[in-house]
């Protein structure tokens, strides 16, 4: 079974633009929950969706957006970039039965400048 | 709210030397408890998990026990390798209120075993 995959690998965007990256999960795994993960903060959750609908959400500004489509494919997009938005970004997807153990992508490594 | 606390590292052990890295997390509720892996320009991997007090993880020669009455769930390998390298996150999952869960991370512990 294919694992998580996230595109692309490597970004980079000047401060002001906007960005999107996306998460394919493991097949038949509903939920998508996606991590920003800093040297300075760790690891923080951002957002989680299941069956297209945003379920629970972190304490991020509304700059910071997602959504998730029939397929469970999900997609995070960032407006307004800024210096502090460079990160790792993963996506993670569980069967979400519950409490379930979540399987996380390579992540996404955004720069900004 | 939910957090957890795991020793600071760097941590540098010689191969086949004892390996613990202790971990302690406050909880609401009763949290599923478990260990991710991160190497080097990866994402993470979960490593172990229990879901309940008592409960005992355990994969590639790594353990964990879930202890409500100290809420630790503190790692250990009894020899570990060059390969276990690496960078590891304790974390709990709690189920929110609508539903779902997140995972709450410690700020994880970085490994390193030489020769």
């Known amino acids: 079974k294919a694992g998580v995959t996230q595109t692309p690998r490597y970004l980079i965007k000047t401060r002001g633009q906007q960005v999107t990256l996306s998460c394919s999960p493991i097949s038949g795994h509903r939920s998508v929950s996606w991590y920003q993960q800093t040297p300075g903060q760790g690891l923080q959750f951002l957002f989680e969706y299941f069956s297209e609908t945003q379920r629970n959400k972190g304490n991020f500004p509304g700059r910071f957006s997602g959504r998730q489509f029939s397929n469970s494919r999900s997609e995070m997009n960032v407006s307004t970039l800024e210096l502090g938005d460079s990160a790792l970004y993963l996506c993670?997807?569980?069967?979400?039965?519950?409490?379930?153990?979540?399987?996380f992508g390579p992540g996404t490594r955004l720069t900004v400048t | 709210g939910d957090s957890v606390t795991q020793m600071e590292g760097p941590v540098t052990l010689s191969e086949e030397a004892f390996l613990t890295i202790n971990c302690t997390y406050t909880?609401?509720?009763?949290?599923?408890l478990f260990w991710y892996v991160q190497y080097p320009g990866e994402g993470l991997q979960l490593l172990l998990k229990a879901t309940k007090a008592d409960d005992k993880g355990s994969n590639k020669g790594f353990e964990a026990t879930y202890r409500k009455e100290t809420t630790s769930f503190h790692l250990e390998k009894g020899s570990v390798q060059v390969s276990d390298s690496a960078v590891y996150f304790c974390?709990?999952?709690?189920?929110?209120?609508?539903?779902?869960?997140?995972?709450?991370f410690g700020t994880g512990t970085q490994l390193k075993v030489e020769l």
């Open positions: 993670a997807s569980s069967a979400s039965t519950g409490i379930d153990e979540q399987y």
């Open positions: 974390a709990l999952s709690d189920i929110l209120t609508g539903g779902g869960n997140k995972l709450t």
């Open positions: 909880a609401t509720g009763y949290p599923s």
